[in-house]
């Protein structure tokens, strides 16, 4: 029997790979998530298999509780509040891999130094994505709403780091042979890890927080396949590398996008909080709905850049009643998605998907940003820093370097925004000065919505 739940396992392995490589792709997301449901129903069910499994009621009560509760949850959470979401969903399968080791050590079930270090390396990182993820969703829903640095607080990382790890080594060394270890020992050791994973996202926020989150979910596939090993258990190594490399590669790229290094994201974050920066020359300059109207209704090409203000006032349906109306006058619109817009990786794209935009009229900052030269109106929907120009100019600023969509380059901005404040991040936009820039004030959903009649009166 237990061959046969292996070629399962084998089979799930191809589903999640094929799930993740359709992820790629807008256009085939939705059969990606298929296929990767499917594999994961299918290792679950091969799972009741295995030989020796036990306390079969208590995995099925299980397994209707957190189903029935992540239904219930996907069915009720707006999109607006789908990165806290993933936080928190992250958090637990880091959480659970900690879980895992901690029974085996109770067990005594780890016999030698490989199984042992793999147990406490999994048990380390995801305790360190639990608690780190925890952290990030309060932030995001904006319970926690301050950075919190503590005083020398990379010295307080890297000590109390290296004392979790050297605890861990002295775990290692205890079940090495026995396959156990000290109870007070192991308590101490799960308490710093946990504390580890508060201290080095607490004074993590605004821009940086897309790639916490994303660090956090390479951390659960790291701790997941490490557990797995220390399981015997192939679809727990498999589905742990797949989401640990992801997960890597998908910090990578966001970091890159950022220009920022990771251990820069980490040691020198963007806390949120107002930031240093040389004096923006300018003011900035209000403008009426019927002057927008009338600006992008006689234009031959607009840019569309959405960011999390659109997501917050759930705008995203009046945009494209918007662009439908300008598009039927005979404007060419277009919607570039910078790739750490809104407070998740692909959050912009789900949210105009979710509006009916189609695909083709999306694009990414490399496809669309030598367009803005030759475009007469970028239209900027609650976006700061990923149209910041001051990422290009100003060496001061903590985003200086970072790759941005080019809309001060369009002919004429107009940006809609609730009031004059600073954006996520702390950071002043150079953008709101510009002379080629004006201001239209309001919340996106009621914003979008008075243009829209204006544009529909000048039809």
Same mark, same amino acid.
Request: charged share 15%; hydrophobic share 55%.
């Given at each position: 029997?237990?061959?046969?739940?292996?070629?399962?396992?084998?089979?799930?392995?191809?589903?999640?790979?094929?799930?993740?490589?359709?992820?790629?792709?807008?256009?085939?997301?939705?059969?990606?998530?298929?296929?990767?449901?499917?594999?994961?129903?299918?290792?679950?069910?091969?799972?009741?298999?295995?030989?020796?499994?036990?306390?079969?009621?208590?995995?099925?009560?299980?397994?209707?509780?957190?189903?029935?509760?992540?239904?219930?949850?996907?069915?009720?959470?707006?999109?607006?509040?789908?990165?806290?979401?993933?936080?928190?969903?992250?958090?637990?399968?880091?959480?659970?891999?900690?879980?895992?080791?901690?029974?085996?050590?109770?067990?005594?079930?780890?016999?030698?130094?490989?199984?042992?270090?793999?147990?406490?390396?999994?048990?380390?990182?995801?305790?360190?994505?639990?608690?780190?993820?925890?952290?990030?969703?309060?932030?995001?829903?904006?319970?926690?709403?301050?950075?919190?640095?503590?005083?020398?607080?990379?010295?307080?990382?890297?000590?109390?780091?290296?004392?979790?790890?050297?605890?861990?080594?002295?775990?290692?060394?205890?079940?090495?042979?026995?396959?156990?270890?000290?109870?007070?020992?192991?308590?101490?050791?799960?308490?710093?890890?946990?504390?580890?994973?508060?201290?080095?996202?607490?004074?993590?926020?605004?821009?940086?927080?897309?790639?916490?989150?994303?660090?956090?979910?390479?951390?659960?596939?790291?701790?997941?396949?490490?557990?797995?090993?220390?399981?015997?258990?192939?679809?727990?190594?498999?589905?742990?590398?797949?989401?640990?490399?992801?997960?890597?590669?998908?910090?990578?790229?966001? !970091?890159?996008? @950022?220009? #920022?290094?990771?251990?820069? +994201? *980490?040691?020198? %974050?963007?806390? =949120?909080? $107002?930031? &240093? /920066?040389?004096?923006?020359?300018?003011?900035?300059?209000?403008?009426?709905?019927?002057? !927008?109207?009338? @600006?992008? #209704?006689?234009?031959?090409? +607009? *840019?569309?850049? %959405?960011?999390? =203000?659109? $997501?917050? &006032? /759930?705008?995203?349906?009046?945009?494209?009643?918007?662009?439908?109306?300008?598009?039927? !006058?005979?404007?060419?619109?277009?919607?570039?998605?910078?790739?750490?817009?809104?407070?998740?990786? =692909?959050?912009?794209?789900?949210?105009?998907?979710?509006?009916?935009?189609?695909?083709?009229?999306?694009?990414?900052?490399?496809?669309?940003?030598?367009?803005?030269?030759?475009?007469?109106?970028?239209?900027?929907?609650?976006?700061?820093?990923?149209?910041?120009?001051?990422?290009?100019?100003?060496?001061?600023?903590?985003?200086?370097?970072?790759?941005?969509?080019?809309?001060?380059?369009?002919?004429?901005?107009?940006?809609?925004?609730?009031?004059?404040?600073?954006?996520?991040?702390?950071?002043?936009?150079?953008?709101?000065?510009?002379?080629?820039?004006?201001?239209?004030?309001?919340?996106?959903?009621?914003?979008?919505?008075?243009?829209?009649?204006?544009?529909?009166?000048?039809?």
């Amino acid at each position: 029997m237990e061959w046969i739940v292996n070629g399962v396992y084998l089979g799930v392995a191809a589903l999640f790979i094929l799930g993740l490589k359709a992820m790629a792709s807008p256009v085939r997301a939705r059969r990606g998530i298929t296929w990767a449901g499917i594999g994961m129903v299918l290792a679950t069910v091969a799972t009741f298999a295995l030989p020796g499994m036990k306390n079969l009621g208590l995995i099925v009560a299980a397994i209707v509780i957190g189903g029935g509760a992540a239904w219930w949850a996907g069915k009720v959470v707006k999109m607006t509040d789908m990165p806290q979401m993933v936080a928190i969903y992250n958090g637990m399968g880091g959480g659970a891999a900690a879980l895992i080791a901690a029974v085996e050590f109770a067990r005594g079930e780890v016999h030698g130094p490989v199984v042992a270090t793999l147990a406490v390396l999994g048990s380390l990182i995801g305790s360190v994505a639990f608690s780190g993820s925890v952290v990030a969703f309060l932030k995001l829903q904006g319970i926690m709403k301050k950075a919190l640095r503590l005083p020398a607080q990379n010295v307080v990382n890297v000590v109390l780091a290296l004392v979790t790890v050297g605890l861990g080594a002295w775990i290692v060394v205890a079940s090495s042979a026995t396959g156990s270890a000290n109870a007070a020992l192991l308590v101490i050791f799960f308490a710093l890890s946990l504390a580890l994973g508060v201290v080095l996202t607490n004074p993590i926020g605004g821009a940086d927080m897309p790639v916490v989150i994303s660090l956090l979910n390479a951390f659960t596939g790291l701790a997941v396949g490490f557990e797995g090993y220390v399981l015997g258990n192939p679809a727990l190594i498999i589905a742990g590398i797949v989401v640990g490399a992801s997960g890597t590669l998908l910090t990578q790229l966001m !970091a890159r996008a @950022m220009n #920022r290094p990771i251990l820069n +994201v *980490i040691f020198t %974050p963007i806390t =949120g909080e $107002a930031q &240093a /920066g040389g004096a923006i020359e300018g003011r900035m300059k209000e403008m009426s709905a019927q002057d !927008a109207a009338a @600006m992008m #209704r006689f234009a031959d090409k +607009v *840019i569309v850049i %959405p960011g999390y =203000g659109m $997501a917050v &006032a /759930g705008a995203q349906h009046k945009v494209w009643e918007m662009a439908k109306l300008l598009e039927e !006058a005979g404007v060419t619109v277009s919607f570039a998605i910078h790739p750490v817009a809104g407070r998740m990786p =692909g959050h912009m794209n789900v949210l105009l998907a979710e509006a009916g935009v189609p695909y083709e009229k999306i694009f990414d900052l490399e496809e669309i940003n030598a367009d803005f030269g030759l475009t007469d109106v970028a239209l900027v929907i609650g976006a700061n820093d990923v149209v910041n120009p001051v990422a290009r100019t100003d060496k001061t600023s903590p985003i200086y370097g970072m790759p941005i969509l080019d809309a001060d380059r369009a002919r004429n901005c107009i940006v809609i925004k609730r009031g004059k404040g600073a954006g996520y991040s702390g950071i002043e936009n150079g953008l709101f000065y510009a002379e080629n820039t004006s201001m239209l004030y309001g919340s996106a959903q009621q914003a979008v919505a008075d243009v829209i009649t204006q544009i529909k009166e000048l039809s």
